[in-house]
């Protein structure tokens, strides 16, 4: 596997900064893929840019403390790529200047020879049964028209039912749009969109799909889900399967309900140390997890995700404000 495929992951500054449990989580998972471990892996750093004021953590608009956060991670997770078996392999890449997600995949896409990418957002954890990693580069070379395997998150469980209605009113037009291609030796779906979660995909697809020459499909800053995803479904919508030959967008399908992916939220994520000293007003009041997550009364969107950190109960935090 490793002379045909690159790992190509993402990471850019979050609240939780400097803890490295969620990159740690996700780089530990990549033993779900026999093989993955041996493989180059290019672990890109994204760039920032330098604000007064609220840290705007998607955008990249960071404050003096938390670029003094961030760059504490950097250094964290350097000396775990010197001593943590599951970093073997990787190279950081450190970029000087605010990218985004697209961006940043392609300056990893320019350092990558293999003909093949896996690319994985830093939050995104493979869980479950083992994964076809090698199969799926098998089935990839022999059929030239598949360009990209995603690998289903909770979100994606029902996708083949999903579309159902599409495939009605496509034929009702008289537009084909076949959904599970029949005779694969790996099970796949049709893909109708093209989502940055974990995936492989041909780096010449990148090239050409993705970041083709004078192309302003995905632009600095943008996510590529958000640009050439939305583009995807938009001509499949009309052209049924000869707008998908465009792209060849599939998906790791063997049933409906297994899930190969959990979200960790790494936007989100914090420890519960870090709740009580981030939010000065906020008081412990209970010791006690909340659907799986702990919240903080005073920021609805701060979240420690019990799936990452396997808390028991009594390490749970939950605050109120005085």
């Known amino acids: 596997m490793e002379s045909r495929l690159t790992v190509i992951v993402t990471t850019s500054a979050t609240r939780s900064n400097p803890l490295t449990d969620v990159i740690e989580a996700v780089f530990t998972s990549f ?5 993955l471990a041996a493989c180059r892996k290019l672990l890109v750093f994204d760039g920032y840019t330098s604000v007064e004021g609220e840290a705007k953590f998607k955008s990249g608009r960071l404050p003096s403390e938390e670029i003094e956060r961030y760059a504490k991670y950097i250094d964290a997770v350097r000396s775990l790529i010197e001593r943590h078996p599951a970093f073997v392999n990787t190279t950081p890449v450190v970029l000087d200047e605010r990218h985004g997600f697209g961006y940043a995949v392609r300056a990893a896409l320019e350092m990558t020879t293999t003909p093949y990418v ?3 957002q830093h939050d995104y954890q493979f869980v479950g049964a083992s994964l076809p990693g090698e199969a799926i580069l098998d089935l990839m070379d022999a059929r030239p028209e598949i360009n990209y395997v ?3 998150g909770a979100a994606n469980t029902t996708h083949v039912l999903s579309h159902k209605a599409l495939v ?3 034929r009702k037009r008289g537009v084909p749009l076949t959904m599970v291609p029949p005779d694969l030796p790996v099970p796949l779906a049709k893909l109708l969109f093209w989502y940055d979660k974990n995936h492989i995909a041909r780096a010449s697809a990148y090239r050409s799909l993705v970041f083709e020459d004078g192309s302003t499909i995905v632009r600095r800053g943008d996510f590529i889900e958000d640009r050439l995803g ?4 938009a001509e499949i919508r009309e052209g049924g399967d000869a707008a998908h030959a465009t ?3 599939y998906l790791y399908h063997p049933d409906d309900e297994s899930v190969a992916l959990r979200h960790l939220d790494g936007r989100k994520y914090l420890r519960p140390d870090q709740i009580v000293a981030r939010y000065p007003r906020a008081i412990p009041r209970a010791i006690l997890p909340f659907d799986g997550q702990q919240r903080d009364a ?3 969107n701060a979240v420690v995700s019990d799936a990452l950190c396997e808390q028991s109960s ?3 935090v939950s605050v109120t404000v005085g």
């Open 31 to 35: 033993a779900v893929v026999p093989g």
């Open 298 to 300: 005073r920021s609805p």
């Open 247 to 249: 792209y060849g967008t």
């Open 314 to 316: 009594a390490e749970a």
């Open 168 to 170: 009605n009113v496509l």
């Open 230 to 233: 939305h583009k995807i479904l």
């Open 150 to 152: 995603g690998f289903k």
């Open 118 to 120: 896996m690319v994985v």
